[in-house]
């Protein structure tokens, strides 16, 4: 799940770059690198410093989540006494908002599962690879 929130925010870092868009692509580079951060705590055994930094790099991606959320909502308040927005490229039919959105909250969602639900499942995961004689 941590990988997939690596590829979220790498994705939308691409996108960002692609797009020419300097003030964006920074936080998802940093996003990315926090991504990859947490993909690396995950790895077993995932308890004791790995466990504490995945579990804050998903609680700091969150409180960004937020603020971004907080930045949207101001920006589509105050949208209405600016000039208006110029056209968006497209990347596969989805204009670059789409994958910013995804990469932001997608990859929030796949950090948290990562960092906070791992225990019961991914343990009996893990057993039953064993038994079957899986990695």
Known sequence: M???ALALAALAAAVSGLEGDRDVAPFFAALTFAAGVQ????????????????QAVAV???VTGAW???????????QASSPPPSPEG???????????????????????LSAFARDRWLERLEAARS?????
């Open 131 to 135: 038994r079957r004689g899986g990695r």
């Open 90 to 112: 497209s990347y596969l039919g989805l204009s670059p908002t789409v994958y910013h959105l995804l990469g932001m909250y997608g990859g929030l969602v796949l950090a948290l």
């Open 2 to 4: 941590a990988l997939g």
């Open 60 to 62: 700091a991606w969150l």
């Open 39 to 54: 993909v690396r705590a995950t790895q077993p055994p995932f308890a004791g410093l790995g466990r504490l930094i995945a």
């Open 68 to 78: 971004v959320g907080v930045l949207l909502v101001m920006a589509n308040t105050w």
